[in-house]
DNA sequence: TGTTAGCACTCGAGAGGGTCGACTGCTAAA
DNA sequence: TTTAGCAGTCGACCCTCTCGAGTGCTAACA
């Protein structure tokens, strides 16, 4: 579907003045605030053929004109203009984005509160598309009589949980250590999730051990690689001051098996926008926008924005560009790392 | 303000009525469903006197009755009978309060999850009233170049960060450890945090070692001791269709340092019930349920439950005590532990 | 042929008015 | 002291009316 230059303008003004306003925009807002050079009765013609279009409707025969979905696809994939941040902002970013953390979960959720409080939308950061951690070293440490402290070191950081399931003598946990390390250096973390037949018999004496590590690493793939900040945001917004909406919204950011489904598609182009939700999956009155990171020069995990539909795309598109940067540049993600 | 038996009654009843409806109390309703052996008519009298006397409250003047805050106080004050737990709420209870965790902020967080769970309300638990855990050892475990595993152990768990700051070698680190863990050991948290002046000729060394440890626990107790669960809970009432309320009492949630400041407060009767808030602290439009948890005899922290002044205070009472009493029985808080 | 002024038309928002009925307060009898 | 009876109140709901923002159409204009 082919559009006039003039019909793009129009388009464009129309979404960027319901972004702003959350109002249905006449054609005399699009003439006096935008495109003065047009009359409004030549805007209305053109409006009229947008609506014809799909991409615009009419909430009432009298009323202004409310971009659809269509139309809101259309402006990100075509019209819009990604806004730079500015210098200030970009620094802003990254002061809040510190990255001495060293723990993987530490780090995903720190990412998604740094994109919530720049976007002032809900955020979501996902780990595990083609799961890049690479184990370095397994470390088990005595607290006391009935705790042990377990850390897998990877590449990409700690993954670490203390239980009180493993009794051994430190002697013991020192010897399961080594071999452990031994058994799993250099392998991935799903590699390591589907050993279970790997029990020599030098490791059957930590039996025990073997299968806190085996539990501790699959647990976390399942359930902690989705971190999500920011859904008290969405209380702003008068899309959502119907608490039916919030409430469905809400309820995606909590069901942490759906949003990894949205989550780990890679899409083709670097930013996926669903405008308007996903109807596979039973997601509405939002808009989703979705980026990868990558680690080593491949995909290993997704940052994502979720907001009502009248979304400033423009400048999330713009943060999540930012901070999937910083994110890469990560001590952890980056391919040149001092080791 | 002393009350007949029957205007006990009927006030027990209207709000009972409220708790479960939500809607105004009729006379009609309170003889039908709570108390058919008086007339409406004489129920009637007695909603009057009890309006006079403060405890409810018209709408308008042809409505039912609706209790105030003082109405809903006197109830909980001597009106309330506490919902003993069936075995199986009990059990259920117990169940999903594990009690395997060693970490203090993940005991916190899981008995927060539980009570809102089981309550439908939010919920929030405090530690650090006295303060109570006594260091046991500091352990300092390298991961790799630039990053240290910080552990301080303490007789409540574990408190832990790790970090990137140090970057001593593994044998200064194995050194630091003995003279801290020496120094600190059977000393309380508000000890070690004003220990600045401590720095002593042989750790002079291991000054950055030093200060990130206070670093660590002095943060810990600003920020970290209070855990919220279930703000998403409260979307569910009818009081909170208001999307204005809601902003407003999840914001409170979101306040740790106006949380640490209800929640420290140790009340003189087993139970604070702050029915419509706190005019002191702002806080409106909501209801707060606090209990404290003790450790060796001595208060140490708080659980509580916000929600809306309509809620069903002797279910959550008598949930809070049920969740007191395990958390209690911790082994981390337990008076006989067995070490 | 594309653009624009003029104008009749549409429809929601908001105000005003009327009915209904739930529930009250009062009165007077039991 | 309790209760039946009843008039009175007021919100909820519905209908209607008015107002005006904004449209679509038509005809004139560049």
């Given at each position: 579907m082919k559009l006039s230059e003039r019909k793009k303008k129009i388009l464009s003004a129309v979404v960027d003045e319901s972004i702003k306003t959350a109002e249905p925009v006449s054609s005399n807002d699009v003439h006096s605030k935008y495109l003065s050079e047009f009359s409004p009765a030549t805007i209305r013609n053109e409006l009229m053929a947008l609506e014809e279009m799909g991409f615009l409707s009419q909430p009432h025969t009298s009323s202004g004109r409310v971009p659809t979905a269509e139309g809101y696809q259309m402006y990100v994939n075509e019209l819009m203009d990604i806004k730079k941040l500015s210098k200030k902002e970009a620094d802003n970013l990254k002061e809040s984005f510190d990255t001495k953390l060293f723990n993987l979960d530490d780090v995903l959720q720190k990412a998604a509160k740094t994109i919530s409080d720049a976007t002032n939308y809900a955020s979501v950061v996902y780990y595990g598309i083609t799961g890049g951690a690479v184990v370095e070293n397994i470390l088990l440490i005595k607290l006391s009589q009935n705790n042990t402290l377990v850390v897998v070191v990877t590449d990409l950081g700690v993954i670490k949980e203390e239980t009180s399931a493993i009794t051994s003598t430190e002697d013991d946990l020192r010897q399961a250590s080594k071999i452990l390390t031994k058994m799993f250096k250099g392998k991935k973390l799903e590699e390591v999730e589907h050993s279970e037949n790997l029990i020599t018999k030098e490791l059957a004496r930590y039996k025990q051990i073997f299968d806190y590590i085996l539990h501790l690493i699959t647990e976390r793939d399942e359930h902690n690689s989705v971190a999500v900040s920011g859904?008290?945001?969405?209380?702003?917004y008068p899309e959502y001051q119907d608490v039916y909406k919030l409430k469905h919204t809400m309820n995606l950011l909590d069901q942490k098996d759906k949003l990894s489904m949205v989550m780990s598609e890679v899409p083709e182009v670097e930013f996926s926008i669903k405008v308007g939700g996903d109807e596979n999956l039973g997601i509405t009155d939002c808009s989703i926008v979705t980026t990868t990171y990558k680690s080593r020069g491949k995909p290993i995990g997704s940052l994502g924005v979720v907001g009502?539909?009248?979304?400033?795309y423009g400048k999330v598109v713009s943060i999540l560009k930012n901070v999937t940067k910083l994110l890469e540049d990560n001590q952890f993600f980056k391919e040149d790392k001092d080791e």
């Open positions: 859904k008290d945001k969405l209380l702003n009502p539909v009248r979304m400033d």
